[in-house]
């Protein structure tokens, strides 16, 4: 673990400096094209960016101690709040795409794991290749060419269809349509989320299902298994109870690698499928050179980076009692 | 030989040929325009243009062969850059310690914990377009992977017994790191290098795909995908094919690196992850 | 009684139950539009896009609009007006307004919102509203504007473009009332708005006339949908049910669908070349080559499937001051181009580099592929460069682009977009300065008489083909898709009004 102050200071400063040495600023940005230069000057006067860099960083940086981190040009509204509004939406993305990544790829790679070079073996394999070179926009093209366009299966893109959900509660669809017991909306946001989570999800079940095949391999071997296989344990037994709850590290380990990964990916994928997440909202930011908000989604990344990995670690704990901290 | 290997290594060494032999293999140049050709499906059995015409009336086929140039180039200049980079900051913290390692790990951390993404738009942003600033924009991610399993390893390997007959000697630091540390590096490096190669060429078609690619002038699969965007529905083939191409292509790798790390050292399987 | 007549009478009263759900309460009618551009923000001075200044429009209310059929401007809160002196505008508002809370629209409301689009610290409208020095409530339905100087294209200024809000709600809840408490006199009422992704406006059934409008939707749902194949997709899916812009090669893909039809509408964006007045720029005869090398027709007939209309001059017809006659016209004639290169001194050629957006107008990239390539056929050698919009835009506002792509839309009278570009001192954009053309523009900014200002406009106009600082190239024409049941007809402009759609059964 280490020191995560002097880290969010200078990834802070790291973006500040990129953003501001990139041409451009967010009054020329979003003033129509009808301005002229006056108005320009004034509204960078008024939104304070004709202050030297140096001060506006400072500036900052003492808000976001108070946990300010100041009003997005783009949206005029608090950066926090610009950001809770889309937050959910990446995560229930993520969560959707672990989940599917987890029911096809662990089964797989431990079919594949229990019986090498068998042909299960090789179907795993090549699914976990195949996996993981899989460019995930191109996937998420071809899929809405296919099951959108040519097999009107699910929707085109977006999160939902207007007017089936009630009011949102909680800003998780899933959620919220259970809690309100409207089962059209749970039918409508699985539908929605089916596409982007499935090409966000591709690369990572190559790795996963790679990760648990070498793993089950491994703990096959092992002394304790080779007892219990002698003990007479059936075969089943032997595999879910010793082999897998062993090959769980690895597994936790490779979720939490990706995890990084994943956020990463979500830029790319919510592009694609016009999913309204912090994704998207980045390349907005970046593309109107929206200073807070985007430094705001930067420092929003880095914690959920650093929390995500402490949370693995304490996994670790919990699931192997050899280690303990 | 396993057949990973002879799989992958024909792609990889296919990819090679056609980069390097383009103007000799490509049918046709693959900027002419002849805007009323625009939009020919693949003509596969006779015919002028065997995957057909983009929407300029360019040929499909030779801007592929052209655009396996770019990730060729692309991805082996990333993967020597930054494993350059990588590997003697590496060696250079794991040796050294004190001061100047707290320095360079500070930088890793911050490049690590950075969205990678969203390092290489920033950084296109400031720099602007051109091939050069897209190699860099994605050497400063990546390295950071080499730069850690160097560092691991140069720290274990300081203190070994030949290091320190070798030091007692009067040999100099950079004769250390060069003569002793180094080629134990190579292999790790190697396995390193594989994966970072087919993650470089999805990354390049991604920020091309996202409009932060080269100059138009130069196809490269990446933006061919990009240009695809509005064609999807009604040209199927402008889409697929450099899909396809960088899927194989990033395949192949991938299988050459699985040998790769399967000849070396089993062990490998452990510290790097597949 | 027994079993069986109980079972009848059940049945009876189900039968009756369901015959009697089965007559339908009036329906609500609900149309999906899907557009491009997006809505960001609940003030409605902080955007600055042609949609959202239609949808606020609608949800606010405007002094007036432009009516494309018509050929004229229309009030839509002011009833008529007058020019005073040259200084002096007076707008004479509707009586029988009212905001959507019932107190009644005055000329207060108008007044504050002049200000608001002024020293709103959100406000991206500032540049509609700088030729007014000050506005007042004469009386409680009378409102004067003075402007700074004479400023015959004023309309253009406001109308469709000053949004008008609630006085007495925004002082009672400052800031948050656009968010909290949105009060309009339009003929929509505001229902809902999710920034970045949808804006749902709802029939005012109060407005004056909209009751007797059966037809025309009872909810609008604004949907951003930037992708094309999405938004084409979403319509043929039934997701939405009018779809903006669609690009001329999906236009074929609506058609052939049963449920769909296709529509198009000459746009009022301008599209052109702006060339900086720096080597190789410097001489006319270059810029005058540039015009020569670049084959429209042919461009417009293939990658354009015909959908776009050639320019010769910076405006075309239905725009104000268009002269069909107007001289020069450029004909494509690479060798005329290569005749002027080498009379500026470039016997061998010159090198350019030609930039443009990608994504941002239509098919703009693939234009500009094809236009490098024209140009290298007349004697120049470009090298076109695909910078990020932001990076591009700031250039060029910085002055720092030397020859570019670029739209300027929303041009219905053209004083205000030629002031803009071409006049000296007018924005770092081009840098063009021509004593003569500032002369023009100055003396028809003056000239109140329609038939005297028309003249100078064509003379003006004329004398900027003919020096070409900037090549004027197409219009494109804009597809809408539809499903079949609706019956609307879209406007130059882009922006929609509800009222203007009707929904067929």
């Known amino acids: 673990m ?96 672990i989940l599917i990544a987890v029911v096809f790829a662990i089964p797989l790679g431990v079919a594949a794991g229990a019986r090498p070079n068998s042909w299960v073996d090789n179907i795993g394999t090549s699914f976990g290749l195949f996996g993981i070179s899989m460019p995930n926009f191109w996937l998420g093209i071809m899929l809405i060419l296919l099951l959108a366009g040519n097999f009107h ?96 590290i690895p597994i936790i380990t490779v979720v939490g690698l990706e995890l990084g990964t994943l956020l990463s990916g979500s830029i790319i994928v919510e592009t694609v499928f016009a999913w309204p997440g912090v994704g998207s909202l980045l390349i907005t930011g970046v593309t109107s050179r929206d200073y807070p908000l985007v430094t705001g989604l930067v420092l929003m990344y880095t914690v959920a980076f650093v929390t995500i990995n402490l949370i693995i670690d304490a996994l670790y704990a919990f699931i192997d009692p050899r280690i303990r901290y | ?157 300081r203190d070994r017994d030949f290091v320190m007959a070798t030091r007692a000697l009067g040999a100099s630091n950079q004769r250390i790191i060069r003569r002793h540390i180094l080629p134990n590096l190579i292999q790790i490096s190697l396995v390193i290098g594989t994966f970072s190669m087919a993650s470089a060429i999805i990354s390049e078609a991604s920020l091309s795909f996202l409009g932060l690619g080269v100059p138009p002038e130069i196809p490269t699969w990446g933006t061919m995908l990009a240009d695809s965007r509005s064609y999807i529905s009604t040209a199927w083939w402008l889409a697929l094919f450099p899909g396809l191409c960088i899927f194989l292509t990033v395949l192949g790798i991938n299988l050459l690196g699985d040998a790769i790390r399967d000849l070396l050292d089993p062990r490998l399987k452990r510290t790097v992850k597949g | 009684m027994n079993r069986r007549q109980k079972l009848l009478l059940t049945g009876l009263t189900a039968l009756l139950l369901i015959t009697a759900q089965a007559r339908p309460a009036e329906a609500q009618t609900r149309v999906s539009i899907g557009v491009t551009e997006t809505m960001e923000t609940y003030n409605p001075y902080g955007d600055s896009v042609s949609l959202l200044y239609g949808i606020w429009c609608q949800v606010m209310g405007c002094l007036g609009t432009y009516d494309f059929d018509k050929g004229d401007y229309v009030g839509m809160l002011a009833e008529r007006w007058e020019v005073k002196d040259p200084n002096t505008w007076i707008f004479y508002l509707r009586k029988d307004i009212r905001w959507h809370d019932g107190s009644p629209f005055t000329a207060d409301d108008v007044v504050h919102s002049f200000n608001r689009a002024r020293n709103d610290p959100q406000s991206k409208q500032t540049q509609n509203i700088a030729p007014i020095a000050s506005a007042a409530a004469v009386d409680k339905y009378t409102v004067r504007f003075t402007t700074k100087q004479p400023t015959a294209p004023l309309l253009e200024y406001l109308f469709d473009r000053l949004i008008i809000t609630n006085k007495a709600v925004y002082e009672k809840y400052g800031a948050e009332a656009d968010r909290k408490y949105p009060t309009g006199a339009g003929p929509y009422k505001f229902k809902e708005l999710v920034p970045g992704q949808r804006f749902v406006i709802a029939k005012n059934p109060d407005y004056p006339g909209m009751k007797q409008l059966t037809q025309a939707p009872d909810e609008i749902i604004y949907r951003v949908m930037r992708e094309d194949e999405q938004r084409v997709t979403a319509l043929l899916n039934g997701e939405i049910q009018i779809a903006q812009f669609i690009p001329p090669h999906l236009r074929k893909r609506v058609e052939s669908d049963p449920n769909t039809k296709a529509t198009t509408v000459d746009s009022v964006e301008i599209m052109f070349l702006a060339m900086q007045p720096k080597p190789p720029f410097d001489k006319k005869e270059v810029r005058q080559a540039v015009c020569h090398a670049i084959d429209r027709d042919r461009i417009i007939a293939t990658l354009l499937q015909g959908l776009a209309a050639r320019l010769d001059g910076p405006i075309g017809p239905g725009q104000y001051g268009y002269d069909p006659n107007l001289k020069p016209k450029y004909d494509y004639s690479p060798d005329k181009a290569r005749k002027l290169l080498a009379q500026a001194g470039y016997p061998n050629g010159v090198d350019v580099e030609i930039q443009t957006p990608v994504g941002r107008y239509t098919l703009d990239k693939q234009l500009n592929e094809a236009i490098a390539q024209m140009l290298n056929g007349a004697g120049f050698r470009a090298k076109l460069l695909t910078p990020e919009w932001a990076t591009l835009w700031s250039n060029v506002q910085a002055g720092k682009t030397p020859f570019y792509y670029m739209g300027r839309g929303s041009i219905v009278d053209p ?87 009707r929904v067929l059964k």
């Not at chain 1, 006056?38 to 108070?66: C, I």
């Not at chain 2, 992958?8 to 900027?31: F, K, Q, R």
């Not at chain 2, 990730?71 to 900051?89: E, H, M, R, Y």
């Open chain 1, 2 to 97: 280490f020191g995560t102050l002097p880290v969010l200071l200078l990834i802070t400063l790291l973006v500040f400096v990129l953003l501001h040495a990139a041409p451009g600023d967010p009054a020329t940005m979003l003033l129509g094209q009808e301005n002229t230069a006056a108005d320009l000057a004034e509204a960078k006067r008024r939104w304070g960016l004709d202050q030297p860099v140096h001060v506006q960083y400072v500036k900052f940086v003492l808000s976001a101690a108070t946990a300010d981190l100041g009003r997005s040009f783009r949206f005029a509204a608090p950066v926090k709040e610009v950001i809770a509004e889309r937050l959910p939406a990446t995560i229930e993305l993520a969560a959707f795409s």
């Open chain 1, 153 to 248: 299966l699910v929707p085109s893109g977006g999160r939902s269809t207007y007017g089936i959900a009630g009011p949102s509660q909680t800003g998780f669809y899933f959620l919220d349509s259970v809690m309100q017991r409207n089962w059209a909306a749970l039918k409508d946001a699985f539908l929605h989320v089916l596409m982007p989570a499935l090409a966000l999800g591709v690369n990572m079940i190559g790795i996963l299902m790679r990760v648990t095949r070498s793993s089950v391999l491994e703990t096959a071997t092992e002394e304790y298994v080779v007892t219990a296989r002698a003990k007479g344990l059936t075969e089943r037994i032997v595999l879910w109870r010793h082999i897998l709850s062993n090959a769980l």
């Open chain 2, 1 to 157: 030989m396993q057949p990973k290997f002879v799989v992958g290594a024909s792609i990889v060494c296919v990819l090679t040929v056609v980069g390097v032999l383009s103007p000799w293999l490509a049918p046709y140049d693959p900027g002419k325009q002849t805007l009323e050709a625009a939009l020919k499906a693949p003509q596969w059995f006779g015919g002028a243009n065997f995957l057909g015409t983009d929407s300029l009336g360019r040929d499909i086929l030779s801007r592929i062969i052209y655009g396996a140039r770019v990730s060729l180039v692309v991805a082996f200049a990333v993967v020597l850059i930054s494993g350059f980079v990588g590997v003697t900051l590496g060696a250079i913290s794991g040796y050294f310690g004190g001061k100047i390692d707290f320095i360079i790990q500070k930088l890793v951390e911050v490049v690590w914990a950075f969205p990678a993404l969203l390092l290489a738009i920033t950084i296109l942003a400031f720099l602007g377009q051109g091939l050069f600033n897209l190699i860099l924009a994605l050497v400063a991610q990546r390295w950071i992977q080499y730069c850690r399993v160097v560092r691991g390893q140069a720290l274990s390997l």
């Open chain 3, 415 to 501: 004083s205000v977009a030629l002031s803009q570009y071409f006049e000296t001192g007018g924005s770092p954009r081009i840098g063009y300065s021509n004593p003569k053309f500032d002369k023009l523009l100055a003396t028809e900014r003056q000239t109140f008489e329609p038939a005297k200002r028309r003249k100078v406009l064509a003379e003006a106009m004329s004398l900027l083909t003919d020096d070409a600082p900037a090549c004027f190239l197409w219009r494109h024409k804009m597809i809408y898709g539809m499903a079949k049941n609706i019956d609307y007809k879209p406007t130059p402009s882009g922006r929609i009004f509800g009222e203007d759609i």
